[in-house]
Protein backbone atom coordinates (compact mmCIF):
# COMPACT_ATOMS: atom_id res chain seq x y z
CA UNK A 1 0.00 0.00 0.00
CA UNK A 2 1.21 3.41 -0.87
CA UNK A 3 2.61 6.31 1.88
CA UNK A 4 1.65 9.87 0.94
CA UNK A 5 3.39 12.76 2.35
CA UNK A 6 2.26 16.46 1.56
CA UNK A 7 4.11 19.46 2.01
CA UNK A 8 4.55 23.07 0.70
CA UNK A 9 1.08 24.36 2.49
CA UNK A 10 1.29 27.76 3.98
CA UNK A 11 0.79 31.42 4.35
CA UNK A 12 0.15 33.13 1.02
CA UNK A 13 -1.73 36.85 0.05
CA UNK A 14 -4.59 36.64 -2.45
CA UNK A 15 -2.77 36.48 -5.68
CA UNK A 16 0.19 34.78 -4.41
CA UNK A 17 1.30 30.95 -5.51
CA UNK A 18 2.08 28.08 -3.58
CA UNK A 19 3.34 24.71 -5.18
CA UNK A 20 2.21 21.38 -3.45
CA UNK A 21 3.97 18.47 -3.11
CA UNK A 22 3.00 14.98 -2.46
CA UNK A 23 5.62 12.62 -2.12
CA UNK A 24 4.95 8.55 -2.57
CA UNK A 25 6.44 5.23 -1.49
CA UNK A 26 5.77 1.34 -0.96
CA UNK A 27 4.23 1.15 -3.85
CA UNK A 28 5.13 1.63 -8.23
CA UNK A 29 3.62 5.23 -8.52
CA UNK A 30 3.37 4.92 -12.24
CA UNK A 31 0.32 2.56 -11.59
CA UNK A 32 -1.61 4.84 -9.50
CA UNK A 33 -3.52 7.45 -10.39
CA UNK A 34 -3.30 10.99 -8.21
CA UNK A 35 -5.76 13.55 -6.93
CA UNK A 36 -5.53 16.48 -4.60
CA UNK A 37 -8.49 17.37 -2.80
CA UNK A 38 -9.37 19.90 -0.38
CA UNK A 39 -11.51 20.10 2.78
CA UNK A 40 -12.46 23.73 4.29
CA UNK A 41 -13.94 23.89 8.06
CA UNK A 42 -17.30 22.52 8.59
CA UNK A 43 -17.57 21.26 4.20
CA UNK A 44 -17.14 18.04 2.61
CA UNK A 45 -14.01 16.97 1.15
CA UNK A 46 -13.84 17.41 -2.92
CA UNK A 47 -12.08 17.41 -5.28
CA UNK A 48 -9.26 19.53 -7.03
CA UNK A 49 -7.35 18.12 -9.73
CA UNK A 50 -6.71 14.55 -10.61
CA UNK A 51 -4.07 12.80 -12.88
CA UNK A 52 -4.01 9.85 -14.46
CA UNK A 53 -1.45 7.14 -14.13
CA UNK A 54 1.42 8.47 -16.92
CA UNK A 55 0.45 11.86 -16.61
CA UNK A 56 -1.92 11.86 -19.98
CA UNK A 57 -5.10 13.01 -18.94
CA UNK A 58 -6.52 15.64 -16.56
CA UNK A 59 -9.15 17.13 -14.55
CA UNK A 60 -10.18 20.21 -12.68
CA UNK A 61 -12.71 21.52 -10.91
CA UNK A 62 -14.11 24.22 -12.18
CA UNK A 63 -13.42 27.08 -9.78
CA UNK A 64 -9.80 26.52 -10.30
CA UNK A 65 -9.66 25.94 -14.02
CA UNK A 66 -6.99 28.56 -15.46
CA UNK A 67 -5.32 29.19 -11.85
CA UNK A 68 -4.15 25.55 -10.55
CA UNK A 69 -1.99 22.63 -12.50
CA UNK A 70 -1.59 19.53 -11.98
CA UNK A 71 1.22 17.12 -12.80
CA UNK A 72 3.66 14.56 -11.83
CA UNK A 73 7.13 12.92 -12.19
CA UNK A 74 6.68 9.46 -12.57
CA UNK A 75 10.69 9.24 -12.13
CA UNK A 76 10.51 10.91 -8.76
CA UNK A 77 7.52 9.58 -7.04
CA UNK A 78 6.11 12.67 -6.90
CA UNK A 79 2.78 14.71 -7.46
CA UNK A 80 2.71 18.23 -7.43
CA UNK A 81 -0.03 21.13 -7.70
CA UNK A 82 0.81 24.58 -8.69
CA UNK A 83 -1.55 27.13 -7.48
CA UNK A 84 -1.55 30.47 -8.91
CA UNK A 85 -3.71 33.35 -8.23
CA UNK A 86 -4.82 32.30 -5.28
CA UNK A 87 -8.26 33.20 -3.35
CA UNK A 88 -9.56 33.45 0.37
CA UNK A 89 -12.18 30.52 -0.61
CA UNK A 90 -9.10 28.51 -1.80
CA UNK A 91 -8.23 28.59 2.13
CA UNK A 92 -8.25 24.35 3.44
CA UNK A 93 -6.36 21.72 4.09
CA UNK A 94 -5.57 20.21 0.73
CA UNK A 95 -4.96 16.00 1.01
CA UNK A 96 -3.04 14.02 -1.96
CA UNK A 97 -5.06 10.20 -2.87
CA UNK A 98 -3.82 7.80 -4.72
CA UNK A 99 -5.70 4.50 -6.20
CA UNK A 100 -4.43 2.28 -8.16
CA UNK A 101 -4.95 1.41 -11.54
CA UNK A 102 -5.02 -0.55 -14.90
CA UNK A 103 -6.56 2.58 -16.74
CA UNK A 104 -5.10 5.44 -17.78
CA UNK A 105 -8.04 7.74 -16.80
CA UNK A 106 -8.29 10.33 -13.56
CA UNK A 107 -10.87 9.66 -10.65
CA UNK A 108 -11.95 12.86 -9.16
CA UNK A 109 -14.56 10.67 -6.63
CA UNK A 110 -12.67 10.82 -2.97
CA UNK A 111 -14.84 7.22 -2.47
CA UNK A 112 -12.25 6.26 -5.39
CA UNK A 113 -8.98 6.50 -3.58
CA UNK A 114 -8.13 4.16 -0.82
CA UNK A 115 -5.13 6.00 -0.16
CA UNK A 116 -4.31 9.26 1.45
CA UNK A 117 -2.05 11.66 3.18
CA UNK A 118 -2.32 13.72 6.35
CA UNK A 119 -3.20 16.90 4.65
CA UNK A 120 -1.31 20.21 4.11
CA UNK A 121 -2.81 23.60 5.52
CA UNK A 122 -3.40 26.19 3.14
CA UNK A 123 -4.24 29.33 4.19
CA UNK A 124 -4.95 32.67 1.62
CA UNK A 125 -5.51 35.68 3.74
CA UNK A 126 -7.47 38.75 1.71
Known amino acids: QVQLVESGGGLVQAGGSLRLSCAASGGTFSVHAMGWFRQAPGKERDVVAA????????YYTDSVKGRFTIYRDNAKNTVYLQMNSLKPEDTAVYYC???????????????????WGQGTQVTVSS
Open 97 to 115: AARWTPTVNPYVNANDYPN
Open 51 to 58: ISRVGTST
